[in-house]
Antibody, heavy 119, light 108 residues
C-alpha cells in the first residue's frame, strides 16, 4: 500500500520560495506507471492542481502557476518536491501530494501540509 | 479549458439520498472522478470514470454522467458521509487536471 507524507515549513514570508517535500513509501517512486502530482486547497476554495512529475523526468504544470512552480523527484530518497517562488498571501493553502496513472484518478493522497504566507 | 461547477452545499437527513452535481462544458468523453474529503484527513477517491467504484467504497456511492452533468449519488446517507466532495476530470488535450469547486455535504 503506497503512503504519502508531505513535510515542510508551515510559514513562508511573502516574495520567498515555498518548498515542500513528499515522501513515498510502500512502493517504488520509480514505478514507471505512476505520476506524482501536487494539489492545493486555498481556504474556502476548491482544489487546484499544481502539476505533476514522472520518473522519466517529464513534468506538466498548471498554466496559472507555471511561471513560478517547479516539481522534481529524488529517487534515492523516494521523495518528490515542490518549489513555488515569489509567494504571496494568495498561496496560503493546504498542499497535497497525490499519485496517479497518466489521465487516471488520483488514487493515493497524502494528509496534506498547511502553509501560510505571512510576514 | 474545462470549468466544473458544483453547488456549494447539499443537506440531507440520515437515511435519505444525496445527489451532488458537477456541470459545465461537455466532458468530451473524459471520465469524471469524485473525491471525499473529511477535514483533517486525506481525500479519498469514491467514484472514478463516471460510475466505477474503487474497492472498499460502499455500494451506497454511485456516479453517473449525462454528457454535460455528472452526478454523485449517496444512498442511505450516514453521519459519517458528512464531508466535502469534489469532482475532477483530465483535460486530454493538455493533460491538466481540473477540479470542481467542491460541495459540502451536511447530514442533518
Amino acid at each position: 500500500q503506497v503512503q504519502l507524507q508531505e513535510s515542510g515549513p508551515g510559514l513562508v514570508k511573502p516574495s520567498q520560495t515555498l518548498s515542500l517535500t513528499c515522501t513515498v513509501s510502500g512502493d517504488s517512486i520509480r514505478n514507471g506507471g505512476y505520476y506524482w502530482s501536487w494539489i492545493r486547497q486555498e481556504p474556502g476554495k476548491g482544489l487546484e492542481w499544481i502539476g505533476y512529475v514522472h520518473y522519466s523526468g517529464s513534468t506538466n504544470y498548471n498554466p496559472s502557476l507555471k511561471s513560478r512552480v517547479s516539481i522534481s523527484m529524488d529517487t534515492s530518497k523516494s521523495q518528490l518536491s515542490l518549489k513555488l517562488s515569489s509567494v504571496t498571501a494568495a498561496d496560503t493553502a493546504l498542499y497535497y501530494c497525490a499519485g496517479h496513472g497518466l489521465g487516471d484518478p488520483f488514487d493515493v493522497w497524502g494528509q496534506g501540509a498547511k502553509v501560510s504566507v505571512s510576514s | 479549458s474545462y470549468v466544473l461547477t458544483q453547488p456549494p452545499s447539499v443537506s440531507v437527513a440520515p437515511g435519505q439520498t444525496a445527489k451532488i452535481t458537477c456541470g459545465g462544458t461537455k466532458f468530451g468523453g473524459n471520465g469524471v472522478n469524485w473525491y471525499q474529503r473529511v477535514p483533517g484527513q486525506a481525500p479519498v477517491l469514491v467514484v472514478y470514470d463516471d460510475s466505477d467504484r474503487p474497492s472498499g467504497i460502499p455500494e451506497r456511492f454511485s456516479g453517473s454522467n449525462s454528457g454535460s452533468t455528472a452526478t454523485l449519488t449517496i444512498s442511505r446517507v450516514e453521519a459519517g458521509d458528512e464531508a466535502d466532495y469534489f469532482c475532477q476530470v483530465w483535460d486530454r488535450g493538455s493533460d491538466h487536471a481540473v477540479f470542481g469547486g467542491g460541495t459540502k455535504l451536511t447530514v442533518l
